[in-house]
């Protein structure tokens, strides 16, 4: 019955991305409820004012196993794509390398036509941003650095995670900006502790790269995954600590901070 199930749900997900089977869902909570310690504690921080995430986005045992599956192929995805990076290549070749390394290993990529999106793989290269669409005609030249940024589905659950590579002789400055935004994903995933808030993320993240001279991007930021490609909540890279979605265990988070180079302009 799961596996029917999950077959159909993929299904659905291949033609629309629309969020997967809910009878499937509804099966695994009713064998593999959420705790009633986290139950109990939500509550009492509701009766506060807190903001809670709806129970659905509470991922049981069975979902997180199905997570973990689909996150450790998007990351030979990316592994592949490592090996193979180099000057002069197009960033068409870099989606044809996510396509068929993912389909080849039984899994499915999740842009491909999601709300329209004409490609396997997100590509883009030096000022822009994220959302960058493979071409032929882009190719990636001396100095670039390139974030590629892959969702991959098994069975049914998402994996999502992007990397930054710096393509032949990149200068310090870029080289830097690399690092220091790893960094800053660094410190938001320490931030990312049970109980903590969504702001605390976005707190850490800012403050450390305001230090450093650089701005973060606002518009846009990571997100909830794992049985639907965006899932609340909204992870901003900026905010205040104590402020926004409390993290309940059990919720599965992007955390992709988007560090430019120069102060913010508002």
Known sequence: MLSELVALAVQ??????????LKLWQEIDQNESIPEHILKRMEELRQKGAILPEE???KRPTMIEGIRKASLLNKQVLDEVAKHIHVGMSTQEIDDIVKD????????????HYEGFPKHVCTSINSVVCHGIPK???KLHDGDIVNVDCTTIVDGYYGD????FCVGNVSEERRKLVEETKKCLEIGLAAAQPWNTVGDIGYAIQKYATSKGYSVVRELGGHGVGIEFHEDPFVAHVGKKGTGMVLVPGMILTIEPMINLGKLRL
Do not use: L
């Open 136 to 138: 032929h005609i882009q």
């Open 101 to 112: 390394f993912t389909e080849k290993n039984g899994g499915i990529c999740a842009p491909y």
């Open 161 to 164: 995670a992007s990397r930054m």
């Open 12 to 21: 659905q997900n291949r033609k629309t991305g629309c969020k997967m089977d």
């Open 56 to 58: 659905k986005y509470i």
